[in-house]
């Protein structure tokens, strides 16, 4: 369809390797299948703490489909730590706005980021496009990672400690044997195809139109949420900016709706002309989705890990989806680079299936509500979910119950790395959570962010009271008060730091362990138990 | 153990039952099935409590 003609487009071309001609196969630590935001990441990840990586992917150019938009404050902090989120930031739309209407009145307003101090915006709105570019941009200086184009995996035999692979290229298919398969290849996965693999969870019989469109409008930088407007009876319908004056206009289309003539442009535009009145808007680029809300029952399957849309799917209210896959692949990398590196078992990644699967089923439940409350399923639950609608307008406790996407916040891990608080501390840290970010100043004067001083290794933070614990290795150590200031005493309020309290945090910057008082001990214990080396 | 409130508590129980018969009287039964459903929202919030709530729901789906 002449639509779906974007322009946008980054082309990659196909190299042979020397993999290919080699007379037995090559052994790899890590292979990624899947060259989108999350096998991006988790590339990108692992060639940071030198770990060799072959990504592969079957297409040779990105930007195709109406995909992510919503980069969350996480994602975005995740991004930072990679090399690429002041760039992105800086390209995307910020907005933390959310209004939600019934007919066309406001029945309620929500701010995602009322607390000041952070680096990261709650959101930015931005093409996947452009974040698979400038992650792909970032592969390129890093030689550890080794992408490779049209590289379509079509065999996978799991062996005792390694993966035996089989992957087409133009030039015929090559076998290559992997320590680790990393998964990301996508709600499509064709790892999970080939090793038979089933999602269990719920799909939504509901149809959705997805129109990305271009159109010059002076329309304020917020999600726009509409039940039952007078542009779109009986359905609901969602708005968000993108940058290049693009538009995301998200139409409910019911269950019953025909699937190819409702992607006619002349009936689309007729759609879009009923919401936008007058103004001039040219179509983008089209879609019709049904959503699910589903998940593998393990991520981790012997040498096989899944991450993304390969493990789990939800539906897009919430921005759940590719967000939660780019936190699958901050957890993945470090644990996997602690295994390959000898300084933890291979048990340690079973902890990323435990932590990343209650991240999926947080995700699977909100949105899973939040679709229930969008597309009922029955009669009754729509007569409901009108109730909660009628009452809005008068009762705040009904505006509360209005469900259009609770947007996507990270996990707080239950995790047995975790070393349970002895000390009782109050702040909005929070035990398996990241940490919190607050301005800081560097011994040089220079202005920084508190996670841009916790980057990607075990740190512990320290505030200053005389003598500085001895430290197992591995371990970085940042005084509060010597190393970094604590210029707005915002440390001091989020984690309720008094003289001599100390924090570990993970290689995720996820707090793993406080006390009001470290000594040598407690610190290699909570580093061990961070390692899974104890529980 | 058991939080809902079975024993009555109105003074005068007839005349809360009047007070619903009164309400849905002249309605369609979609109308009152509507309304029945608004006060169900609203009695919930009012309660405040999901274990009461659950309870509720638990003996309503009983009761024949």
């Known amino acids: 369809m002449s639509v779906n003609a974007r322009k946008s487009v980054y082309s990659y071309g196909y ?26 990441a988790t590339a990108i990840d692992l060639g940071l703490r030198a770990v060799p990586v072959v990504l592969i992917d079957d297409a040779d150019r990105i930007g195709e489909g109406s995909r992510g938009i919503c980069w969350s404050k996480r994602t975005l902090e995740i991004l930072d730590r990679l090399g690429v989120g002041e760039k992105l930031v800086a390209q995307g739309v910020t907005w933390k706005i959310g209004k939600v209407f019934l007919g066309d009145d406001l029945v309620f307003t929500f701010d995602l980021l009322p607390e000041a101090g952070h680096k990261m915006p709650a959101f930015i709105n931005l093409q996947q496009y452009y974040l698979e570019k400038a992650l792909c941009d970032r592969v390129s200086d890093i030689d550890a990672v080794d992408l490779r184009w049209k590289n379509k995996l079509t065999g996978v035999e799991p062996r005792n400690d390694y993966v035996r692979l089989t992957i087409d290229t133009p030039d015929g298919p090559y076998t290559l044997d992997a320590d680790w398969l990393i998964a990301a290849d996508g709600a499509r996965s064709s790892a999970r195809d080939l090793l038979g693999l089933k999602f269990s969870g719920v799909t939504f019989e509901d149809k959705f139109l ?4 271009r159109m010059d409008a002076n329309i304020a930088t917020e999600r726009r949420f509409w039940f039952d407007p007078t542009f779109h009876t009986g359905q609901s319908a969602l708005m ?36 936008l009145g007058d103004r001039a ?60 590196k000898g300084e933890a078992g291979a048990s340690l990644i079973e902890s990323y299936e435990r932590e990343r699967m209650q991240a999926a089923d947080e995700n699977i439940a909100h949105s899973t509500r939040s679709t229930d409350f969008i597309a009922p399923h029955t009669k009754a639950e729509r007569n409901l979910r009108n109730a909660v609608l009628a009452l809005a307008p008068q009762a705040d406790f009904a505006r509360r119950m209005i469900n259009s996407g609770r947007l996507s916040v990270a996990t707080v891990y239950d995790t047995p790395l975790s070393t349970p608080d002895a000390d009782v501390f109050g702040g909005s840290a929070r035990l398996g959570a990241p940490a919190p970010d607050m301005p800081v100043r560097g011994r040089d004067g220079a202005a920084s962010h508190l996670l841009q001083n916790i980057p990607g290794e075990f740190t512990l933070v320290t505030m200053k009271n005389g003598a500085v614990p001895q430290l197992p290795a591995g371990v970085r150590h940042i005084a509060v008060g010597d190393d970094i200031a604590d210029t707005d005493g915002l ?45 | 153990m058991s939080k809902l409130e079975l024993k009555s508590r109105f003074d005068n129980p007839d005349a809360a039952y009047v007070a619903l018969v009164e309400a849905r009287r002249g309605l369609t039964e979609e109308q009152a099935a509507a309304l029945d459903t608004r006060l169900a929202l609203i009695l919930a919030n009012h309660i405040g409590d999901l274990d009461v709530l659950k309870e509720a729901i638990a003996l309503a789906k009983v009761a024949k």
């Open chain 1, 281 to 340: 808007f040219e179509l983008e680029w089209i879609s019709i989705y049904r959503f699910n809300c589903r998940r593998l029952d393990r991520f981790v399957h012997g040498r096989v890990v899944f991450v993304g849309d390969a493990a789990h799917q939800v539906s897009p209210f919430g921005a759940r989806g590719a967000n939660s896959g780019i936190q699958d692949a901050e957890n993945l990398a470090w644990k996997l680079a602690a295994v390959l």
């Open chain 1, 491 to 535: 440390f001091a309020e989020r984690f309720d730091a008094t003289p001599g309290a100390a924090y570990l945090f993970r290689p995720d910057q996820h707090l793993t362990a406080r006390w009001r008082h470290a000594d040598a001990g407690k610190i290699a214990a909570a580093r061990d138990r961070a390692l899974g080396k104890s529980t």
């Open chain 1, 240 to 275: 968000h900016r993108q940058p290049d004056n693009v538009w995301r206009i998200d139409l409910q289309l019911g269950p019953d709706a025909d699937v190819a003539q409702e992607q006619q442009p002349e009936r689309v535009t007729a759609r879009l002309k009923r919401m």
């Open chain 1, 210 to 213: 997805i129109a990305d469109i």
């Open chain 1, 15 to 40: 190299r042979r390797c020397a993999d290919q001609d080699g007379a037995q196969p090559v052994r790899r630590p890590v292979v990624v299948v899947g060259a989108g935001p999350v096998g991006l």
